[in-house]
Every structure is written in C-alpha cells, then in structure tokens.
C-alpha cells in the first residue's frame, strides 16, 4: 500500500496545513524534553566551585538520579567525565585495553573509529569484525577471551544489537558497550556489560560535551591489577597508586565540570521520572519509532535502511529513500528546514545517502506523524525539480 500513487501525486505536493510542533529530530544533540525552559533550571550552584559542597551535592545527585533511571546495581559505579561520549569511551581503552587480545565491532562510522583508535592509535592488532551499514556482523562468532568494543545502537546506521545473550556470561574479557544511543530507550542487562558510556544529549535531550562512564565490577580489577604501555593525560586517569580513584564516582570530576550543563540534565532527569521513569522512557521511544514504521510501510520511496525489524534501531532510526544521491538529501533535507517542519534529518555523512529520524523519548509521538505529510511534499517537490 503506499500514499505517493500517481492518483495522488498531486495532492502529495501541496504543502500539509500542520506542522510538526516541535521539529527537532535531529540526532544529537537531540530535541529537548517537552515543556523544556532554561529560565527553569536551578541556578544556584552556578557561579559556584564545583568543589564547593553545593556543587559537589548537585553532581551527586545528577549520578544518583541516572543511576535510578537506568535501574543500575550497586555493582558499578558510574561518573561524569570528560568529552561526551567519545571522550568516556576513549578514556576506557586508553586505561583498560592491552592487556589481553581486542575484538572491534564496527556496522557504522562511530564503531569504525574505535578501529582506527585501537590499530593506530594504541597500536594494538584488533581482530576485526565488520559489517555493511544496515547490518550486524556474525555475533555468535566472538571470541570472548578478548576483550569486545562494540556500539549497542549504532547511531548512524540504525542498528543495534538485539539484545545481551551473544554476550557471554562465562566471558574472560570485558565487554565495552558505547552505548549513546541506547541508555534510557532500552533496558540493559547490565550484569552483561562491563563498561558503558553515553552521552546526556541523546535520549535525555540534554547537553553535550559530557560523557558518562560506568564501570562494572571486573572493569575495576582490570583497572586496579592492569598498566597500560602508554602515557595517560591526566583527563584519563582513573587510579592512583594502583587503586580506583573513587570521587570520580562520587561527583569530584577529573576536571571542571560545566555546572549549567549538569543543571540541564538533572532537569532532563527529573523530567524523566515524571513521565514514568525508564519504562516511560523506554515506551515513548517505542511509541515513536512504531509511528515512524507506519509511515515508512505506507510510502514505496521509503524504507528502512536496517530491513531486519529485530537489529532496527529504535531511537536514530535510519531511512533509505528511492534512487536518492547526497545532493537529493541534502535538498530534501533542505526544504523541511527552511519551512521550519523538520529539522536535521539528514543521513550521517559517511552512511548511504537517506533520511536520519530521531525517535528517542523527548521527541512527541504527535511530531512523528505529523512529520509524514511534509515528508511526501519535499520528495514531491524534490522529485518536480
């Protein structure tokens, strides 16, 4: 069945009467939460040290809040460090790797550049395990005396990993989830992680340039009975005299935290456990990305870019679109900004010329829908010439 037949055609071209309310669906840093206002975000620790014992009980918060969220056992231990998430995923291989074999996981370009890091940078000899854009590499093949870098959902291809169970429970290396793209959209079996990090601007709407960085209980060990060959900057450094440096974990961040961002995101947090905490999290961005699914099955120029329903991201849900180039996209993409109906939707740079829909939970189902109509009038328009 598809809306775009030659018999409305014409129809498709005219500009829809309603707009999506809030057309950001851009995927990261993502769409704020619903009814967002910085002039309501508490301001009293700004302006003060983040030493100070308010700012050390605001960071605190923020990690207990997040750890609520994310239903994490008292068995990790999470902290803010530096650099959003390329910067809490580089600080764990920069600390951890080397000392036993790596296996790199690479479907999409963030993965790809844990490759370069770990064959170039560190000049380990990963085994690597690749797949085109839209697809997984053979899970069931991991070694797992190795240690495993991999992305639970990958953000600029739409794919994800189905779940934990490839993940070893008997596994003698660690396993290094990046997971920006799916903290508060799924629910981790985190007994299965070793080391997890994200970044607040994705599904929680908040701010970048922050990464989290949690660590499981054998994260720590290797941490404390492991030295890497390799210099450590001192934004890397998690131990000192060979034990965990624990107010990491406890809000006294390596270095100066932006206080206004963490501001943002306890309010982002707080939000959060107003509309029903992870399970409300997590039905927003399923609600979203079925909303989504409908449009793409009722439209024949559009599809999934990951065709496997099962491995299909649920947040930067992918989008091929029939006989597009970069330049078609980029046009596409184009036209919604410039009426002001879609914001950002543009595949990522290194992925296949498509469309990129965020659909993690501070995105309106409302938005979704409303966004179809205007998706038929820019590919009307774009296909006229």
Known sequence: MT?????????????????????????GPCAKPPGWDAAKLATD???????????KARLQYCLDLMRELL??????RIGIVP???TGAFEMAMWTMLGARGVTTLAWESFGEGWVTDALKQLKLEPTVMRADYGQLP????V????????TWNGTTSGVRVPDGEWIADGREGLSFADATSAVFAYDLPWDKIDVATFSWQKVLGGEAAHGVLILGPRAVERLESYTPAWPLP???RLTKGGKLVEGVFKGETINTPSMLAVEDAIAALEWAK???GADGLIARSDANAEALDKIVAHREWLGHLAVDRGIRSKTSVCLTVEGADTDFIKTFAGLLEKEGAAYDIAGYRDAPPGLRIWCGATVDTADIEALGPWLDWAWATVKAG
């Open 71 to 76: 239903r994490l056992p008292d068995t990790h």
């Open 234 to 236: 001192k934004v890397f």
């Open 45 to 55: 620790s700004l302006g003060r040290s983040h030493r100070s014992k308010l700012g």
């Open 143 to 150: 070694d797992w005396s190795d240690d495993v870098l991999f």
């Open 138 to 141: 053979d899970l069931d093949s």
């Open 3 to 27: 809306d775009t037949t030659a018999a409305d055609a014409t129809l498709a071209s005219a500009k829809p009467a309603t707009k999506p309310a809030r057309p950001f669906f851009s995927s």
């Open 83 to 85: 650099g959003s998430d």
């Open 274 to 276: 107003s509309v029903g």
